[in-house]
């Protein structure tokens, strides 16, 4: 409140006088109604290694018993392969769209609710969302675990109208093992080769991260020399890469801003409409590494389709955002490059776009004649390139 009458609750308010802003997508969640309940709990539990449901019929329980909680820590419980079973009741009071989070570490698990499949069996971790009526409702819960180097952990949490998300499993026993962060900084190590995960197009298994000391980085995709995203704020996360055995991983430790499901930058196409490759496959290219300039930044080389390619990422002065130039020898003609692309391209002024409703821009330098083109139900904007070309990302 701006005066001395404040009270529960009352008007959202932004200040805005301080320069140039923009808010957008904002949600306000009023939490004012009763967290649902799982009751009469009973647990059995099956010996061996499980992939999907038993045929519980045919199966026989190790153990059996109720429980106060769902977890994975029960007394008993045979060394690495097991299945465990759950059910009871689901009390709900406030009818409407639930989501739901599983992490089943180790294994499997399946979440069964109101007599419907919610989670088919799926690994390590999955979510789902369904709408519930109010009533108690038949709620069934298999955690299967087979790895055996991975500790039992057991993890269900939910959200639904009007209500924060809460766990549905034991509180008090972490979904898996406390490990504090390996955080790289950027200041240290701005180079970082690692797998990186992306929410479209799976895993980039030659990728490089590199970093700055003005908190502005981006991830290069060597097997397609295409930048596959940048963020702001601190480096990676290096946790799921060197805790342990790790699996090669790491993570950007900031606000992402994601280019697409990685694919070749560069194509020789042979008209304008052409549609783009998806795979290097006949493409001839193979990458050619990096070298550093004096202050340790690299600029990444390969060839294509006979054509040679230095690809020059740098951080603005200004911290707007990342400039880009791309050049090529040998490109002979139709040479194209893929510079962005999303559900809506525009044009707002003379060498100035916007991508994806204001997710981000490029500016382009004079004299370049980009094309904005349909493919697939998706927009991308492809720019020829004879030598050179140059433009910067604005986020």
Do not use: C
Request: net charge negative.
């Amino acid at each position: 409140a701006v005066d001395g009458t404040e009270v529960a609750t009352g008007p959202l308010r932004i200040q805005g006088d301080h320069g140039p802003l923009a808010f957008r997508n904002i949600i306000v969640n009023v939490f004012d109604k009763p967290t649902p309940l799982v009751t009469d709990i009973k647990y059995s539990v099956y010996k061996g290694k499980f992939t999907n449901e038993p045929d519980y019929k045919n199966t026989k329980a190790v153990a059996q018993s109720a429980s106060p909680v769902i977890t994975a820590v029960i007394n008993g419980l045979p060394d690495n392969e097991f299945l465990v079973r759950y059910t009871g009741m689901l009390n709900i009071t406030e009818p409407g769209l639930y989501h739901f989070k599983m992490a089943t570490f180790g294994g499997g698990g399946i979440l069964i609710i109101n007599d419907k499949t919610i989670i088919p069996f799926k690994e390590w971790s999955s979510s789902a969302e369904i709408n519930l009526p109010a009533g108690n409702l038949p709620f069934e819960l298999i955690y299967a675990k087979y790895v055996d180097w991975a500790k039992p952990s057991l993890a269900i949490s939910a959200t639904g109208p009007g209500i924060r998300e809460f766990l549905i499993s034991d509180a008090s026993i972490p979904s898996v093992e406390e490990v504090d962060p390996i955080l790289v900084d950027a200041t240290d190590k701005n180079i970082l080769r690692s797998f990186i995960d992306l929410p479209v197009g799976g895993r980039v298994t030659h990728a490089v991260s590199v970093g700055s000391s003005d908190k502005m980085h981006y991830t290069y995709d060597m097997d397609n020399g295409m930048i596959v995203q940048v963020w702001r704020g601190n480096f990676l996360d290096a946790t799921p890469m060197w805790h342990e055995r790790g699996d090669g991983s790491s993570k950007a430790a900031g606000t992402v801003k994601y280019f697409g499901r990685p694919m070749l930058n560069i194509e020789r196409l042979a008209t304008p409409n052409s549609p783009w490759v998806k795979d290097t496959t006949g493409s001839g290219f193979k990458p050619k590494g990096y070298i550093l300039d004096e202050k340790g930044r690299p600029s990444f080389k390969y060839i294509i389709d006979g054509a040679a390619v230095t690809d020059v990422i740098r951080v603005m002065e200004n911290r707007e955002g990342i400039s880009r130039q791309i050049n090529i020898e040998n490109a002979g003609d139709n040479m194209y490059v893929r510079i962005a692309e999303g559900n809506k391209i525009e044009m707002i002024s003379d060498g100035l776009y916007i991508i994806n409703d204001k997710s981000y821009y490029l500016k382009l330098d004079a004299g370049e004649k980009p094309i904005i083109r349909d493919q697939e139900g998706h927009k991308e904007l492809i720019i020829p390139i004879k030598t050179t070309l140059s433009y910067t990302i604005l986020f």
